[in-house]
C-alpha cells in the first residue's frame, strides 16, 4: 500500500470520527431545542386558545370555528377540546402520512411529542380542557437540512485536505515516484535512466543504485531478446513464406480447441499443391519457391478482413488457414475466393506445364477434436479431394459436399 494511501485512510478514519461525534452532539442539541421549541409554542398557543374559546360563552359552534381556523394553520398535529367530564367536544386529527424525510434518517435520532393543554372557562365555570400536539415534520426537515449542510461541509473540508496532502506527498515523494517508473519499465523491457537526481541524499543514494542496475540489466535483456527471437523464428516460423510452420499451427489451434469461449469450434481450411515434386525436377527450386511465397501473399491479403485467422504452412506442400468462431456455412465465399486465386496463380506460373493442381480442403473442428486427430484427418482427407475444388468435411463424418470449381 502507498504513503498516500495510508496517510488518506488515517485522515479518513479521523475525519469520520469527527464528523460522527460531532453529528452526535449537534443531533443531541438540535432535537433537544426543537423538542423546547415546540413544547413552548404548543403552550403559548394552548394558552391563547384557552383565552380565546373563553370568549366564545360556552357556544360550541363558535368554539369550533375557532378551532378549525387555528388547525389550518398546519402547525398542529392534533387538537382535542374536552368538557370537565372528559368528554369529547370537537377533534381536529392530521393522521400519519408520508414524510420527504428518509426514515433512516429518522431513525438516528428520538423527537419526543410535546403535548400542551389549558382550561377553558366560561367566566368562573370552568367548561374543559383543551389540549395541542404541535406537528413535528417541520422540525424533522429542519434537522435533516442540517444535516445535509454538515457533511456538504466535511466534503468540502476532506477535499481540500486530501488535495493539499496529494501535492504536498507528490512533491516529496516524486524521486521515489520516477524509482518505481524504472521498476515497472524494466518489467516491460523498457530501460529509463533517470537523469533528475535528488538533492536528499538517502534519496539520491537510491537513484544512483537504480540506474547502474536498470544500465546492467539492460545489456542483459538486449542479448536474451535477441536469442529468443531467433529462437522463436526458428520454431515458429516458415524461412521460406514468412508464415507459421507447423509448430505455430499446432500451438494456436490447440489453443483455439481448448478456449472455454466461443473460439472453442471453428473450420481449418488447407490448401494443397499437388504436383510439387514433379515441378521442382522441371523448373527448379527458385521458380517453385516463388509460386509458393505468391500463393502465401495472396492468402494474406484474401483474408486480411478477418482479424482471428491464422495462416501456417504445416509442410512443403499444404499451407493450412484456422478460422475460429466461424461455422463451415460462414466461409464457404472465402473458400472459394481462396481456391480462384490458387488456380490463377498456378496458371500464370510456369508451374502450368507441370500440371500442378491445387486441392482446398474445409474441416470443422470443436471442443471434443484434438490435434493429432485433426491433422490426421486432413492427410487423409485430402487424398480424395478432387483437383481444383472444395471438399467440405466433419471430423466425425466422411467427405460430404464436394464441389468443383
Known amino acids: 500500500m502507498s504513503l498516500f494511501k495510508q496517510i488518506a485512510i488515517i485522515m479518513s478514519l479521523f475525519l469520520l470520527l469527527i464528523l460522527l461525534a460531532v453529528m452526535a452532539l449537534n443531533f443531541q442539541s438540535s432535537a433537544r431545542y426543537a423538542e423546547a421549541e415546540l413544547a413552548n409554542n404548543a403552550q403559548n398557543t394552548a394558552s391563547s386558545l384557552s383565552l380565546s374559546l373563553a370568549n366564545a360563552q360556552g ?31 370537537h377533534e381536529r386529527l392530521i393522521p ?40 413535528q ?12 449542510k454538515l457533511l456538504k461541509t466535511f466534503a468540502l473540508i476532506s477535499l481540500v485536505t486530501f488535495s493539499l496532502l496529494y501535492l504536498l506527498l507528490r512533491l516529496l515523494l516524486s524521486s521515489l515516484k520516477r524509482v518505481e517508473e524504472q521498476a515497472e519499465a524494466v518489467s516491460n523491457n523498457n530501460f529509463i535512466i533517470n537523469t533528475k537526481i535528488p538533492s536528499t541524499a538517502e534519496l539520491k543514494e537510491v537513484t544512483l543504485a537504480m540506474n547502474k542496475m536498470v544500465a546492467k540489466v539492460k545489456d542483459i535483456f538486449a542479448k536474451e531478446a535477441d536469442s529468443a527471437r531467433e529462437n522463436h523464428r526458428l520454431l515458429y516460423k516458415d524461412r521460406l513464406t514468412g508464415l507459421g ?21 471453428g473450420v481449418v481450411l488447407t490448401l494443397y499443391i499437388e504436383g510439387i515434386v514433379e515441378a521442382n525436377r522441371v523448373l527448379g527450386h527458385d521458380n517453385v519457391d516463388s509460386l509458393i511465397k505468391e500463393l502465401s501473399q495472396r492468402l494474406v491479403r484474401e483474408t486480411q478482413e478477418q482479424k482471428q485467422v491464422v495462416i501456417a504452412r504445416i509442410d512443403g506442400t499444404k499451407i493450412s488457414l484456422i478460422f475460429p468462431r466461424m461455422q463451415k456455412d460462414d466461409i464457404e465465399k472465402i473458400a472459394d475466393e481462396i481456391l480462384a486465386k490458387a488456380i490463377m496463380t498456378i496458371e500464370a506460373s510456369s508451374a502450368q506445364d507441370c500440371e500442378c493442381a491445387v486441392k482446398l480442403l474445409q474441416l470443422n473442428y470443436t471442443a471434443q477434436d484434438t490435434v493429432p486427430l485433426l491433422l490426421n484427418k486432413i492427410e487423409k482427407e485430402l487424398s480424395g479431394v478432387q483437383k481444383n475444388s472444395v471438399a467440405s468435411v466433419c471430423v466425425q463424418e466422411s467427405m460430404e459436399n464436394i464441389g468443383h470449381l
Open 59 to 89: 357556544d360550541l359552534s363558535a368554539m369550533a370555528t375557532m378551532i378549525d381556523a387555528l388547525f389550518d394553520s398546519g402547525y398542529f398535529q392534533k387538537i382535542v377540546l374536552r368538557d370537565t367530564n372528559n368528554k369529547l367536544i
Open 96 to 135: 400519519s402520512g408520508f414524510s420527504e424525510i428518509p426514515q433512516w434518517f429518522r431513525s438516528l435520532y428520538t423527537l419526543k411529542s410535546p403535548l400542551a393543554s389549558a382550561t377553558v372557562s366560561s367566566g368562573w365555570n370552568p367548561i374543559g380542557t383543551i389540549t395541542i400536539t404541535p406537528i
Open 137 to 148: 415534520e417541520n422540525a424533522h426537515i429542519k434537522l435533516y437540512g442540517n444535516f445535509k
Open 245 to 265: 510452420n507447423r509448430n505455430f499451427f499446432e500451438l494456436k489451434l490447440n489453443e483455439f480447441i481448448s478456449s472455454e469461449e466461443a473460439d472453442s469450434k
